[in-house]
């Protein structure tokens, strides 16, 4: 497996932390209509399932502007790269040998 970079593990763990905020965000929308009886406890579950709807979509707007956010800086941040077929490094275009390793990619070429 290639040597990943650091800004690739960080989305992956930001898509996994947004993934538990949105699973326990939906496993909380239970709230406390115990003793409501009637309209009272319809209105208390109509409340809470319009909260949680709420909560869930700001939660699924804010994924989406960390994914684009995070995904133009991955972008910027990899131009110019390419990844050593032996090692995995990154190796600016350019260059001949690998650093780490020393591949020549002017003998393959």
């Known amino acids: 497996m290639k040597n990943w970079r650091k800004l690739t593990w960080f989305i992956l763990i930001v898509q996994v932390l947004f ?17 409501l009886i009637g309209d009272s406890l319809t209105a ?14 700001f939660i699924i707007f804010l994924w989406a502007v ?5 995904g133009v800086i991955w972008l910027i941040t990899n131009r110019g790269q390419r ?15 690998c650093g780490s390793c020393g591949y020549d990619y002017q003998k393959t070429a």
């Open 19 to 35: 993934i538990v905020w949105i699973v326990a965000g939906t496993s909380s929308a239970t709230s406390n209509c115990d003793g």
């Open 66 to 70: 960390a994914d684009i956010i995070l």
């Open 83 to 97: 990844d050593c077929p032996t090692c995995g490094k990154a190796v600016k275009k350019g260059k001949t040998k």
């Open 44 to 57: 208390c579950q109509a409340g809470t399932a319009i909260g949680a709807g709420i909560g869930i979509a």
